[in-house]
């Protein structure tokens, strides 16, 4: 990880895999340099834009593009609907149509939606061409903008289509988030608590200090969220690409989180489905005899002044246990958590990093959060 401060940049470099690392460029009022430094980055390479209506209208392209790019594909509507198969056909055959070559960047402007679908199409157009993510929600600049997957939804399951695909580039402008509606920029916030949880105690300390702060989007607070975010989720995605072992603790909170998520017919956005499926974790490491009460105070606290939900109304015990045990990261039909042995640290559970959970500690922890 190499690090270097100019202003108020912070540049992060993630270690790929057997491939060339890469740079997350972390800043505010970055987008305007995006155009230049990708020209540096990859001469004589032709941009491609994908981006949707809400960036447009907020002023991003603009101020990304300024008169600049003139190819855009712009999403619509917006959102995860139109994370489908469909999208990513219209964006090759914009490609097409316009003779983009294997001399093409793909640059993705937006949130997880975007980044997923930009980063898919780059993926499989003419066999691979680079993709530059420029992530503007909370999720994406923590979450989906670093790692390399990308893909979109099938009519059955989400993400049924992917390909790992890492980007060439990262762009985290914070400045991005003042537009980002009140809801989606506080859900999305969790996976940074869930970051600082799994690994960094002191990074979580510094949420809990500065919550303020993070929810009046301060400059400050949100370079040190983005400078974190990007170095643990850097971190965990170099050691494990291909999600082997420790890429898993990644998805602490999800067990739960994922389940009443979709049982919830998507009214619970991600984040506020893995708030309740971290308060779970942390109920069931204590039931385990594993996890500290301190540490579920803690998160419980952190996640209630984020204003996120922390239990689960409306849905019924038996479908979450059966979801939970569909699961695609579940093992003989048995739910397995990812747990914390204290803040800050994962149980490794001999390398796997998931704990098969007995189904009663499971049952009882799912009375608990109100399933009915
Ligand atoms: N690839 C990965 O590793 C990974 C990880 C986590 C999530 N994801 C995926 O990410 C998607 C969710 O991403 P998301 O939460 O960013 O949702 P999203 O991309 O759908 O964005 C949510 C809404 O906010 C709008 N928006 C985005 N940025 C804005 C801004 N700066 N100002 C105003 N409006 C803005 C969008 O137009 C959209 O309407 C899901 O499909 C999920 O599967 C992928
Ligand atoms: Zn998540």
């Known amino acids: 990880m190499e690090r270097n401060m100019e202003g108020t940049t912070v540049n992060v470099t993630v270690p790929a ?3 060339a690392s890469y740079e997350v460029r972390i800043g505010s009022g970055l987008l305007g340099r995006i155009p230049g430094e990708t020209a540096e980055l990859l001469p004589g390479a032709r941009p491609f834009v994908v981006t949707d209506a809400n ?35 219209g964006i090759i ?8 070559g294997r001399d093409t960047v793909v640059l993705a402007l937006g949130g997880g939606t975007v980044g997923d679908v930009a980063g898919f199409a780059a993926a499989i157009y003419k066999r691979g061409v680079p993709c530059v993510q420029i ?9 989906s903008a670093i790692g390399g997957k990308t893909g979109v939804d099938s009519k059955l399951s989400k993400n049924a289509y992917g390909a790992f695909h890492n980007p060439v580039r990262v762009y985290v402008d914070c400045a991005t988030l003042r537009t980002l509606d009140d809801r989606d920029y506080r859900a ?8 600082g949880m799994i690994m960094d105690a002191e990074y979580f300390g510094y949420m809990e200090a500065h919550m303020d702060g993070i929810l009046a989007r301060d400059d400050a607070a949100l370079l040190h969220l983005a400078e974190r975010n990007c170095a643990i989720k850097g971190r965990v ?9 420790l890429r898993r603790i990644l998805n602490y909170g999800h067990t739960i989180g994922h389940a009443v998520e979709s049982l919830s017919g998507y009214a619970l956005l991600h984040g506020e489905a893995v708030a309740i499926g971290i308060v779970g974790a942390c109920r069931v490491a204590e039931a385990l005899g594993s996890g500290a009460a301190e540490v579920t105070a803690r998160a419980k606290a952190v996640l209630e002044k984020l204003g996120v939900p922390l239990r689960i109304e409306g849905i019924a015990k038996e479908p979450i246990l059966d979801t ?13 958590f990812v747990l914390l042995k204290n803040m800050g640290e994962t149980d490794p559970a001999g ?22």
């Open 17 to 19: 895999g057997a491939q």
């Open 55 to 89: 960036l447009e209208k907020a002023g991003h392209l603009a101020a990304m593009a300024g008169d600049g790019f003139e190819d855009v594909y712009s999403i619509d509507p917006p959102g995860e609907s139109s994370k489908t198969i469909e999208t990513v056909e």
């Open 93 to 100: 055959d914009a490609m097409e149509q316009k003779r983009f």
């Open 135 to 143: 992530p503007t929600t909370t999720v994406a600049q923590a979450d």
């Open 188 to 195: 999305g916030l969790v996976e940074s608590v869930k970051h």
């Open 237 to 245: 995605v170099a050691e494990d690409p291909k999600e082997k072992g």
């Open 324 to 336: 939970m045990r569909r699961d695609k990261k579940s093992v003989g039909g048995r739910a397995r």
């Open 351 to 372: 390398g796997g990093y998931a704990v098969e959970v007995p189904a009663d500690i499971v049952d009882a922890t799912l009375s608990e959060l109100g399933a009915g």
